[in-house]
C-alpha cells in the first residue's frame, strides 16, 4: 500500500510539472525575442483626424458641412450639414526586445517580426460596446529599433448600434493584439489597452 501511495505521488507530481511546463512554454512562446509595446494611442476621426491620444474621444456622429454623403447630395449651404460617422484609428510604436538579458549576442535579421493580424477586444461598460473584430495589416518590427503602425481602432459601422446618437456616454477599454511571426517562423504576439469615451459629441 505505501509504495501504491509513493508511486501515486509520483505520477501526481509529474503531471503537474508537466502541465506547468507546458503552460510555461506557450506563455513564452519559441521566439528569442518580446515583442514591446512603446506607445498605443487612439486618433479620432472626421474630415481632418485628430491628435493622437492616451484616451480616445469617438465620435459616434459627426456633422459635416463639406462635401457629398453617401447619396451623393451635396452637404455645403443651403442644404444642411450632413450626419456622418467616421472611423477611428490607433497609432502604435512597437520594438522587439531579447529574453535572455545575459546574451552579448546581437538580434540579427532573422530575429526581425512582422505583424500580420490586429484583434480588437472591447471590455463590457456601463452600456452597449462595438463587437470584436480581427484586421489584416503588414508591418516589420526591425531587429533593433521601432516601427509605428496605424490601424483601425473603432469600425464606423459599429457605431449606430450603440444608440448615443441623441446623447449619453459609454466608457471602455479596447484590448489591441498585434500578432504575427519572425522571420524563422516563431509566433509571437503582445497586447495593450487604449480607453475610448464614446458620445455623440458634436450634439
Known amino acids: ?21 507546458c503552460s510555461s512554454t506557450v506563455r513564452a512562446g519559441s521566439s528569442p525575442m518580446f515583442l514591446v509595446i512603446d506607445s498605443l494611442q487612439g486618433i479620432a476621426g472626421g474630415t481632418t483626424a485628430g491628435s493622437p491620444s492616451a484616451t480616445l474621444f469617438s465620435d459616434v456622429l ?37 529574453k535572455d ?4 549576442t546581437a538580434p540579427t535579421t532573422n530575429n526581425q517580426v512582422t505583424i500580420t493580424r490586429i ?20 508591418a516589420t ?16 459601422s459599429a457605431k449606430a448600434a450603440l444608440g448615443l446618437d441623441s ?7 479596447a484590448d489591441v493584439t498585434f500578432i504575427g511571426t519572425d522571420q524563422v517562423g516563431n509566433a509571437i504576439s503582445v497586447t495593450g489597452s487604449v480607453q475610448i469615451e464614446f458620445s455623440n459629441f458634436a450634439g
Open 1 to 21: 500500500m505505501t509504495r501504491m501511495r509513493i508511486i501515486t505521488r509520483t505520477l501526481t507530481a509529474a503531471a503537474l510539472l508537466a502541465a506547468t511546463s
Open 62 to 98: 459627426s456633422l459635416v458641412s463639406s462635401g457629398f454623403d453617401s447619396n451623393g447630395n451635396s452637404c455645403q449651404a443651403p442644404n444642411p450639414p450632413c450626419r456622418v460617422r467616421f472611423n477611428d484609428n490607433g497609432q502604435a510604436v512597437l520594438e522587439l526586445a531579447k
Open 101 to 104: 538579458v545575459t546574451s552579448t
Open 119 to 138: 484583434h480588437v477586444h472591447y471590455h463590457p461598460a456601463n452600456g452597449p460596446v462595438p463587437a470584436d473584430f480581427d484586421q489584416s495589416v503588414t
Open 141 to 156: 518590427v526591425p531587429a533593433t529599433g521601432t516601427v509605428t503602425m496605424a490601424f483601425e481602432l473603432v469600425q464606423s
Open 167 to 173: 446623447g449619453g456616454q459609454t466608457s471602455t477599454a
